[in-house]
C-alpha cells in the first residue's frame, strides 16, 4: 500500500502530463483557427468567382 501511496504522489508533483495536455489544447486551437481562416477564405473565393462568372456571363 505504501508503494502504491509514493507511486501516486509521484505521479500527481510529475509536470510531464501537464505539458502534453498544454501542448493538445493549443494544438486545438491552431487547428480550429486554420479551420476557420480557411473557411472564410473559401467563402471570399466563392463570391469572386460568381461575381466574375455573372461579369462574363452578362
Known amino acids: ?6 507511486k501516486v504522489q ?3 508533483t510529475k509536470e510531464e502530463g501537464l505539458t502534453t495536455v498544454e501542448y493538445a489544447v493549443a ?12 473557411t472564410e477564405l ?8 460568381g461575381a466574375i462568372t455573372t461579369s462574363i456571363t452578362g
Do not use: E, R, S, Y
Request: hydrophobic share 70%.
Open 27 to 38: 494544438g486545438a486551437v491552431v487547428a480550429a483557427a486554420v479551420l476557420l481562416a480557411f
Open 42 to 49: 473559401g467563402a471570399a473565393v466563392a463570391t469572386k468567382i
Open 1 to 6: 500500500m505504501k508503494n502504491l501511496k509514493v
Open 10 to 12: 509521484k505521479f500527481i
